[in-house]
């Protein structure tokens, strides 16, 4: 398995996809020093400058996850059905290796690159901003949940990839986080205000396609405490079932729920490809 971890490694450099961390690199050095610039540019007190700062750590954990996930995604989108119509796996799997190593093997592979990857994008938002002031250890505390994005993608699309071409499996897991995206975002503030049944039935039914609405929240936990005031608070007024629905609140069963998840849809794509003629 170690043999196949290292070639899905190999292949990702050959793919180019070192660039996309390189230039995701440059973009978040630059993005921590926007506040300085900013400041001294057209002036701001040492408070305002602190709130700078925070909002782009949070938005730059925003932009690891994204690109972290766009990563998981091109790279296990292609996996196995484009290598079978390439023909590597035919002349692969004659040699003494079982199908769910090389699924594993690929799988994992994957999810190295992509979660050293989120590190070292972490390493540097971390020091961009420790040079300018006092380091923000909340996106380390955050780091474990950020790495669940490209796990959560990067899984569903190799399991769509055991069975769809590298474009279509692509489409369908942008298309399942898009639907998460905007169900979270916008169907779940209509849904509540105006108690619209049918929309909450389509905000549940989003988190389960696709819990993405829930590690956002395990997300959040922990780097609500460098937010600005009044930021991610609950509304003050309505009825106590519509602010948490509006902003449900951390469950010990979330991070359960997202594993099991994973593994499910790990296990399904395994078994497809078990099955699946490769000649």
Not at 37 to 42: D, G, L, N, T
Not at 226 to 245: D, K, Y
Not at 264 to 279: N, P, S, T
Request: proline content about 5%; charged content about 15%.
């Amino acid at each position: 398995m170690s043999v196949i971890v290292a070639l899905t490694l190999k292949e990702a450099m050959r793919r180019r996809a070192f660039l996309g961390t390189l230039i995701i690199l440059i973009g978040l050095y630059g993005l921590t020093f926007l506040p300085r610039a900013f400041k001294e540019a057209f002036g701001g007190d040492q408070q305002q400058f602190e709130v700078g700062v925070n909002l782009a750590v949070l938005f730059g954990v925003d932009m690891i996850k994204f690109f972290s996930s766009v990563l998981a995604i091109l790279l296990c989108a292609g996996a196995i059905t484009a290598e079978i119509e390439r023909g590597y796996l035919a002349a692969i799997l004659p040699r003494p290796i079982h199908r769910w190593e090389l699924y594993l093997g690929k799988w994992l592979g994957v999810m190295l690159f992509s979660a050293a990857n989120a590190t070292l994008w972490t390493a540097m938002l971390w020091a961009s901003v420790a040079v300018q002031g006092e380091p923000r250890a909340e996106m380390w505390r955050a780091l474990p949940y950020v790495l669940l994005y490209p796990v959560l993608y990067g899984t569903l699309a190799l399991a769509l990839s055991s069975f769809l071409g590298a474009s279509i499996a692509s489409m369908f897991t942008v298309a399942a986080g898009a639907f998460a995206y905007f169900a979270d975002h916008f169907l779940r503030p209509i849904a509540g205000f105006f108690d619209v049944r049918l929309l909450q039935q389509m905000v549940w039914l989003s988190e389960w396609v696709l819990p993405m609405a829930v590690l956002k929240r395990l997300v959040q936990i922990r780097v609500d405490t460098i937010l600005p005031p009044g930021f991610g608070e609950r509304p003050r007024f309505g009825r106590p079932e519509v602010l948490e629905f509006l902003n449900p609140p951390v469950q010990n069963t979330d991070i359960a729920y997202v594993g099991l998840y994973i593994v499910i849809a790990l296990l399904v794509g395994a078994v497809i490809f078990w099955r699946r003629d490769v000649q």
